[in-house]
C-alpha cells in the first residue's frame, strides 16, 4: 500500500528543510567568523614574533621570551579541558585567551625583563586553553554539520572545516610577514649573513645577534642594528605596535559578538558536572591509550616542524645566503602554500583518506631533509630556497589538518583533552627545537629531526596496523 503525502507532510518536509538550511548556514557563519578572528589576531602575533630577534636582539630578549611563551604553554595544556569547563565554552574561552595577546602586544611597547617576559608567561598559560577551545569547536561544528546532512563519516567534513579554517590562519602570516620585510628591507642588505659556511654547514651565531655579549639597559636599545636610525625606526615599530594592537582588540570584540555558542555535541554533553580533579587528570590519562601514544612522536614533528622552519631555516638558509631581509619574503611563501594547500587537501581526504596523505607527506619531508643536507645555498639560491619553504608549508599542512582530523573521529567523547594533549605535544617540539638552537650546527639538527620523523611514521604505521586488525581480524595486511 503506497503512502500518501499529505499537506500537512509536505509543509513539515518543507520546514524541516528549511530548519536544516538555516542551521548549516550557521555553521558555515561561525566557522568564517572564528577564521577572521585568528586571522586578525595571529596576523599581529606572527608580525611580533618574527620581528622579536631583530628588535629586541640585545642579550637575548627576543629569543627568550618565545621560548617562555612555548614553555608555559606546555604546562597550559595540561589544564586546558578544566579551563574551558571552567568558563564555560569552548567561544567564551577563546574571547579570555585574546586579552592575553592584548596584554602581550601592549608589553613590546616598552620590551625589558620586567615586562616582555612576564606577558609571555601569561601569553604561553593562555595559548593551550585557546587552541584546545578552537579545536574543539570547530571538530564538534563539523561533526554537527555531518550529523545535518546524513554524512555516514564525518572525517571529510572535519578535515574540510579544518582545511578553512588553516587557509585564513595561513592568510595571517603572509601580512605579518610582509611587514616584517617592509621594515627590515629599509635597513642593512647585508645584516645576518654568516659568509660561506650556509645551510647545513652553519654552525655560528651571527655576530649581530650574538645575545652573550649585550646587556638590555633601556627600550628598542637595537633598533639601529637594522641600519635605520632610531628615531625613524621608532616611528616605523610604534606604528606598527599600535595596528597590531588595534587587530587583538578588534579579533576579540568580533569573538565576543558575532561568534556563537559551541555547537551541542551529544557525545560531549553529560547531565552530571564532571568533579574537578577528573578535568584536571583528563589530558594526563590520554596517554593510557596505547594507539594515542603511537601518534605522539608525529605531533611533536609538527612543533618540530614549524620551529625548524622559523628558526632554523630563516637563520641558516635565507638569512645566511640573502641577508635578512629577505627572511619575510621567504616566510610569506612558505604562508602562502601552506594557505592553498590547507583547503586542497582537507577536500582531498575525502577521496584520498587521511592515512595515505600523511605518509606521502612524511616521505616527501624525507626528500627534503636529504636534499637540505647536501645543498649549499648562495646569494642566486633564491628560487631554490622558495621552493624548498614552499614543500616544508605544503607537508606541514597536510600533517596538521589530517592528524586533527584523525585524532577528532578516534576520541569523539574526549576532544578536548586529546586536543590539548596535541598542543602539548606540538608545543614540546617546538621548545626543543628553540632550546638547542644556539648549542648545534645546521645538520646534526635535521639529523635529530630526522630521527624523530622516521619515529613518528613508524609509530603511526604500527598505529594504523593496530587499529585495521581490531576492526577487520581476519586481514594482517596494512
Known sequence: MESKTTPRTKLLSEEETVGQRTTT???????????????????????????????????GLGVVSLSFVYASMVLSC????????????????????????VLYTGANFYPSWFTLIPSSILLGLISGPLWTAQITYLTTSAQEYAKILQHDNPEGDIAMFNGMFYFFNDLSGISGNLI???VLSAGNKHFG??????????????????????????????????????HKQQEIVYTLFGVFLACNILAALT?????????????????????????LLRTVRVFKDVDYVLMVPMLVIIGMSEAIVTGEITKSYVGCALGVQMVGYVMMCYCA????????????????????????????????????????????????????SGGWAVVRAVWRIQLLTVLGVMYPSNQEAVFANAEMAGSIGSML?????????????????????????????AMECKTRYRNNPETNTF
Open 255 to 279: 569573538a565576543g559578538l558575532c561568534l556563537d555558542k559551541d555547537v551541542k555535541n551529544s557525545e560531549l554533553s553529560s547531565d552530571e558536572p564532571t568533579p574537578v580533579s577528573q578535568l
Open 433 to 461: 627545537v628553540f632550546a638547542y638552537s644556539s648549542a648545534l650546527c645546521m645538520d646534526v639538527k635535521l639529523y635529530i629531526y630526522m630521527a624523530v620523523l622516521a619515529l613518528g611514521t613508524v609509530g603511526y604505521g
Open 337 to 388: 602554500a601552506s594557505s592553498v594547500a590547507s583547503p586542497l587537501f582537507g577536500h582531498l581526504s575525502k577521496y584520498e583518506g587521511a592515512r595515505i596523505l600523511i605518509l606521502v607527506a612524511a616521505a616527501a619531508n624525507a626528500v627534503l631533509l636529504i636534499y637540505m643536507l647536501l645543498w649549499q645555498p648562495d646569494e642566486d639560491s633564491l628560487a631554490t630556497i622558495l621552493s624548498v
Open 78 to 101: 595540561l589544564y586546558a579541558p578544566f579551563f574551558i569547563h571552567k568558563v564555560g565554552s569552548c567561544k567564551w574561552t577563546v574571547v579570555v585567551c585574546l586579552f592575553g595577546h
Open 180 to 182: 616584517s620585510s617592509l
Open 193 to 230: 649573513r654568516g659568509g660561506g659556511f650556509c645551510g647545513a654547514m652553519d654552525c655560528g651565531i651571527r655576530p649581530e645577534t650574538n645575545w652573550t655579549s649585550h646587556d638590555v639597559t633601556k627600550p628598542i636599545t637595537s633598533f639601529s642594528s637594522t641600519g635605520v636610525p632610531d
Open 25 to 59: 548556514k550557521r555553521i558555515w557563519k561561525n566557522l568564517i567568523v572564528i577564521s577572521v578572528v585568528f586571522l586578525l589576531n595571529f596576523g599581529a602575533f606572527r608580525s611580533l614574533q618574527s620581528l622579536q630577534s631583530t628588535l629586541n636582539s640585545k642579550a
